[in-house]
């Protein structure tokens, strides 16, 4: 495994939900906050930048804030936000940065906060998982590794996932933002 496929499998490794909700994490005034409520602060956070972002822009949307695995997730919902999304999900994923700086700013802790808009993740999510199921069956049957286009982080993570839980092993390869998927036989 290189070095890149190891950073990507530690940046998106999943924690057990046992250990999420005991660590403790020092906060100011030496409180101790839980793994999950500082998650949910970020949250917070997070949702008061993007309020003032929507109003600042004059866009309607409310705001839903949850805990996934051990990543905060905030989603907007509402009338016609595309112009939010972007082409490929470029302005979410820039929008997504600068949540992620504003949560810093507050806390100074690196944030791994997702953000979705309009449902654009949930539903890209879907379809490569569905891609991801087509291309393990082809490796499987063929033996030959596939290779993937490029893809964002998120992507990434989605892909390889769902590549694991059919049976078949995956890598990360390429630079940044030209990084793509390859698919391995299990």
């Known amino acids: 495994m290189s070095d890149e496929t190891t950073q990507d499998a530690v940046e998106t490794e999943d924690v057990e939900t046992e250990d999420v909700e005991t660590e403790d994490v020092e906060t100011e005034g030496s409180e101790r906050l839980t793994r999950v409520q500082r998650l949910e602060q970020e949250g917070d956070i997070a949702a008061d930048y993007l309020e003032e972002l929507l109003d600042i822009a004059d ?26 999304v972007g082409s490929n999900g470029e302005v979410l994923d820039a929008l997504q940065e600068l949540t992620r700086l504003a949560v810093y700013r507050e806390t100074g802790e690196r944030s791994r906060l997702i953000l979705d808009i309009g449902g654009y993740r949930a539903q890209k999510r879907e379809e490569l998982v569905e891609l991801a199921g087509e291309i393990a069956a082809r490796v499987k049957e063929t033996g030959e590794p596939v290779s993937l286009d490029p893809m964002s982080p998120f992507e990434r993570k989605v892909v390889h996932d769902a590549v694991a839980d059919a049976g078949c092993k995956s890598e990360s390869e390429g630079v940044e933002p030209r990084r793509y998927v390859v698919v391995l036989p299990g």
């Open 59 to 84: 866009l309607d949307g409310d705001l839903d804030m949850d805990v996934e695995g051990d990543r905060a997730a905030v989603s907007i919902v509402g009338a016609d936000l595309s112009q939010l």
